[in-house]
């Protein structure tokens, strides 16, 4: 069984949401990373829901096929989306995983809503505790390339994108494939494409971390040039009963560079 669905998460605002194998005896919800929506976990619904799982899959607002309102793209209104969610489907003890910025919303979920119906949390190459270096933090981008992000956002979306695919991955991809990632990304508004980038600039997560209680997987890959692998070092430091695993041949799209390893490591932690 399959279904796609909207869910309004405030006036006039509907997310997009695909259940797929709604019976499966454990439930996995999943946040996708900018800019792309919930179709970047493609070899996880091929593969998890064979393995029991229901797998649940967001678009956020702007991304996708959810609506694309002009305002609300800070951590604390992604966060508020993704309880919406979780209320309108009565999700209970399911894990919550973030890649990305998905990661960071899904810590932000944790911190604001203490963790609600959560029972394993999952950060798969996740933009915390910051995705840009501070004075007391020396990781991540720098200010000025995302503000420059923002700036190719608005001045020639498609090549912006292209050129964030090419530092995405860290194993050989196909042209059809890349493509395909290239067209995820198209998918979204470019205000919302540059509101999320913004965020992902100026906000930060240190105080989040700590709030966190459940058991957490830290998944990320070593070569990742986009949220480079010491932010899975200071997530694994900051949240107490967390295991980080490092993926030795992979770049930020470890849910793909190494697909087989990624579901292994996930419906074990779940178990």
Not at 172 to 189: C, K, M, V
Request: net charge negative.
């Amino acid at each position: 069984m399959y279904s796609g669905y909207y869910i309004g998460v405030e006036p006039g605002v509907n997310i997009y949401v695909e259940d797929i194998n709604p019976e499966g005896r454990k439930t996995i919800f999943f946040i996708h990373g900018w800019p792309a929506n919930h179709n970047l976990f493609e070899y996880q619904f091929d593969q998890l829901p064979n393995m029991g799982y229901r797998c649940i899959g967001m678009d956020i607002r702007g991304f996708g096929k959810s609506d694309k309102p002009w305002r609300g793209y800070n951590y604390d209104r992604l966060a508020d989306d993704v309880r919406g969610v979780v209320d309108f489907l009565r999700l209970q003890n399911f894990t919550l995983g973030g890649h990305s910025v998905g990661g960071a919303i899904a810590i932000r979920y944790m911190a604001r809503y203490n963790g609600f119906g959560v029972s394993n949390l999952a950060l798969f190459a996740a933009a915390a505790p910051s995705f840009t270096k501070r004075p007391d933090f020396p990781y991540g981008m720098s200010k000025v390339d995302v503000t420059k992000l923002i700036a190719e956002t608005y001045n020639d979306r498609p090549k912006m994108l292209q050129e964030f695919g090419d530092m995405f991955f860290f194993q050989y991809l196909t042209e059809p494939f890349s493509d395909w990632f290239f067209q995820l990304g198209l998918l979204a508004a470019g205000w919302s494409t540059a509101a999320v980038a913004a965020s992902l600039r100026d906000e930060s997560l240190f105080t989040d971390l700590g709030t966190i209680r459940v058991p957490t997987l830290i998944l990320h890959g070593i070569h990742d040039k986009v949220c480079p692998f010491p932010l899975a070092v200071a997530q694994n430091e900051g949240i107490k009963k967390s295991k980080l695993v490092p993926f030795e041949y992979s770049g930020h799209g470890l849910f793909y560079d190494q697909r087989d390893e990624f579901n292994k490591e996930l419906a074990q932690f779940i178990g």
